[in-house]
């Protein structure tokens, strides 16, 4: 379905070609005068160049070329040459008839969807997640769903970091607390147990402590290095305890992720191209493409344009260990030989800006993509505390994730509880519901590159520019439509009707950009476009709300008119908070 927006500037430039102008010159934007009129063109300004006239004779003459038009109710030349332009009530109940009748509002499908792999959360096995894994998945998942409701293929991939040194630091910390352990025991042929000789919350402490004595014991760091080396390299004991862990570590990831209501295709990790790295460094080196530099080997990826400096990607190290960059490198090779993806997003931290820049030209340079796959790397800023440092906990440590969703499910329970005045189960899951929009919404309505700072106390309000005020409209729908049902049946339902005052037809213009504003998110990745038209839509739903009284409107025709229009605000909503990866619940 044509955008609404595209509509009104082929009308008008229809009437810039009767007039005997380019057509071209016709192009309408919103109004940057909203007191004056709804939508405005510049034309005749640009025109008056070309056509040495007078910019108001263009703009005069375009509108006479106006009269008796389907679309525009005025159209009004203005000094110096501008058209100030509103739409027909008709038009834009037409238009919302249309879209409330096809799928997805009418949202324009691509010809050729995209094969897209978005690579995401990245958390490490056996570290905590902490507040800055947050940001990788909270944004991740919404351009995973923008992209896929947009019309194309997309595929999740959590690209797990289980392949580096951390896990040999984690069997060397064990190795010393209980050498006993058949694992290291290097005659035991025997089968592995079953279960892990740990905890979910052992591993958790394993892991910083054997990180702490590493920095400080030379001799336990080597040990650390010995026993990576020897988990790559197949030792049977070290690769049954590396399962246990990850076994162990996944299943806490998958329910922290589910909490989250974030949802993986594919749990793969740096280790899984362990054994295709050897083949892309012997193709890489054939090339001529790697070569050695101070027994390392690179690949040189700076250009004559830089300017800045832009060091070698390395591939191996001098022991001839494997980097970070081999695995995404070799992930890069893996993914495309399986899913011949158009396009690969990777979400992290913006520190990580450089080392992708070297990964993808290297990968471009090794031809290890097609010169038209596109890879994007979108690196987000901080998540601060109110003190504009990195967020903290109270005592000042690394808040983990879990932490800070239980302090947000807490404060909105007792939000939640205060305006009821009683607790209850179903107040709880509610908390929970709405505390996640809190999170979302806070993170998503902030463009990604940006610091922003997390503000508890404004993150959970019901008022502003929030997930809860949001998710409150919402309720606020569903609560008037089911009064009205409770009251008994509608006549014939024909549908929306044209707008009858000033705010429903505000309400409803706002309700025709959704197909517009959703091809822009998913062409920019950019899922605060989402929040900015909801908080839109959602305060020009309130305006035409509180000056409308539905549920005792006499006229039956006009009150099915409104439900009609409920109905789109409400559908339209919620369809934008699921594409930024969360819901609402049935009251709050
Ligand atoms: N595990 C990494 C980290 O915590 C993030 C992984 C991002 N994805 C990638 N393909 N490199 O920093």
């Known amino acids: 379905m044509k955008k609404f927006l595209d509509l009104i500037s082929e009308e008008m430039k229809n009437a810039f070609q009767a007039a005997g102008y380019d057509r071209e010159l016709g192009k309408v934007t919103l109004s940057n005068r909203p007191d004056l009129c709804e939508y405005q063109c510049n034309g005749a300004m640009a025109g008056a160049k070309l056509y040495k006239k007078a910019p108001i004779m263009i703009a005069g003459e375009v509108a006479a070329k106006c009269e008796g038009s389907s679309i525009f109710s005025e159209v009004e030349a203005v000094n110096p040459g501008f058209l100030n332009l509103k739409v027909k009530e008709s038009f834009v109940a037409d238009y919302l008839k249309k879209m409330a009748g096809e799928t997805k509002f009418g949202l324009e499908m691509p010809e050729k969807p995209s094969m897209i792999i978005v690579d995401y959360g990245g958390p490490n096995v056996a570290k905590p997640l902490h507040v800055g894994h947050l940001r990788s998945a909270v944004i991740g998942e919404s351009i995973k769903r923008i992209a896929r409701y947009a019309g194309h293929k997309v595929i999740g991939d959590i690209h797990l970091g289980d392949w580096g040194l951390q896990m040999g630091l984690i069997i060397t910390e064990l190795k010393e607390r209980q050498p006993e352990l058949v694992y290291f025991d290097e005659n035991y042929a025997g089968e592995y147990p079953k279960e892990a000789p740990f905890t979910i919350s052992e591993l958790e402490e394993i892991y910083p402590t054997a990180s702490g004595k590493s920095k400080e014991d030379p001799e336990y760091k080597e040990h650390a290095m010995e026993a990576t080396f020897k988990l790559q390299n197949g030792v049977r004991g070290y690769r049954a305890l590396w399962d246990h862990i990850i076994r162990v570590s996944v299943a806490d990831l998958k329910k922290n992720y589910e909490n989250l209501n974030v949802e993986f295709d594919l749990w793969k990790g740096e280790s899984d191209v362990h054994d295709v790295i050897p083949g892309m460094v012997e193709y890489m080196k054939k090339e001529g493409y790697a070569y050695l530099s101070d027994g390392a080997l690179v690949v040189d990826v700076k250009e004559e344009t ?125 908390a929970q519901i709405v505390a996640l929009s809190a999170i979302k919404y806070g993170d ?46 509608l006549p014939e339902n024909a549908g929306i009707r044209e707008a009858g005052s000033e705010a429903e037809k505000a309400l409803m213009m706002e309700i025709a950009g959704f197909n517009a504003m959703m091809e822009t998110a998913y062409a920019e990745t950019a899922p605060h476009k989402v929040c900015a038209y909801i908080y839109e839509l959602a305060n020009a739903f309130n305006r035409f709300y509180h000056e409308t009284k539905i549920v005792t409107e006499e006229n039956q025709e006009r009150k099915s008119g409104w439900v009609a229009l409920l109905l789109l605000t409400r559908d339209i909503l919620e369809t934008c908070i699921d594409v930024l990866g969360f819901s609402a619940p049935e009251r709050m």
Do not use: W
């Open 306 to 430: 830089d300017t800045k400096e832009v060091p070698p990607c390395m591939i191996l190290k001098s022991d001839g260990a494997s980097l970070y960059n081999t695995t995404d490198l070799a992930t890069i090779m893996e993914r495309m030989r399986e899913y011949h993806p158009d396009r690969i997003i990777y979400l992290t931290d913006k520190r990580q800006d450089l080392y992708f820049e070297q990964v993808f030209r290297c990968a471009r340079k090794t031809r290890l993509v097609e010169p038209e796959t596109e890879l994007l790397h979108i690196g987000f800023g901080t998540m601060n505390g109110k003190d504009g440092k990195p967020f903290k906990t109270r005592e000042g440590g690394v808040m983990r994730l879990e932490l800070l969703i239980k302090e947000i499910n807490e404060e909105m329970y007792r939000k939640i509880i205060e305006s009821r005045q009683e607790e209850s189960e179903e107040a709880k899951q509610t």
């Open 444 to 489: 998503l309505s902030n463009q990604a590159s940006k610091d922003y700072i997390f503000d508890i106390d404004k993150f959970t309000s019901f008022e502003g520019d929030t997930g809860p005020y949001i998710l409150y409209t919402i309720v606020r729908i569903k609560s008037i439509l089911a009064k009205v049902k409770e009251q008994g049946e």
